[in-house]
């Protein structure tokens, strides 16, 4: 095997085993290139991979009446929600810390610090807009039937004609 000569692309012949075989391009060309040449390529593509994620647990100040048990709920509904905990309370406020189907405060329980949870977000899954606060089995109810009115008025329907 050591008879074999291989060509990498920048560092040009190089010996079969200081070889490494690529990836095989759509035309089904297959890119041999030397482990110094896929070390750098794949630092490089790392670096930029990184540059462009965006960092999870940036330090973002949270006002100072938000307990330390509710700062993880805070911190999910300003990244994933980009809603801020002062227009969070504000809604939670305006529905009279009440879900806004069943008109029931919440009662499931975080497992961590066993005390009730806050009311999830509910949004469009289409455009993002936030609809309001919702307990987490309207919240799960509603997301099961994905947003979907005619399911729903199915299964109004449904139940409509069990009770009959």
Request: charged letters at 30%; a positive charge; aromatic letters at 6%.
């Amino acid at each position: 095997m050591n008879s074999i000569v291989k060509i990498c692309k920048i560092h040009g012949e190089l010996n079969y085993q200081q070889t490494i075989l690529n990836k095989i391009s759509p035309k089904g060309v297959r890119y041999l290139r030397c482990r110094q040449c896929r070390n750098d390529s794949e630092r490089k593509r790392l670096k930029i991979k990184y540059l462009k994620t965006p960092k999870k647990h940036e330090k973002t100040k949270l006002p100072s009446f938000i307990r330390h048990e509710d700062k993880p709920h805070a911190y999910t509904i300003l990244h994933r929600f980009k809603m801020s905990p002062e227009d969070y309370y504000l809604m939670l406020e305006k529905q009279n810390s009440i879900c806004a189907i069943c008109k029931k405060p919440e009662t499931q329980l975080k497992k961590k610090y066993n005390k009730i949870k806050m009311l999830s977000v509910d949004h469009c899954h289409s455009t993002g807009k936030i609809r309001g606060l919702l307990c987490h089995q309207c919240n799960t109810g509603l997301g099961s039937f994905k947003d979907s009115i005619s399911s729903l008025v199915s299964a109004i329907d449904y139940l409509k004609a069990s009770i009959e």
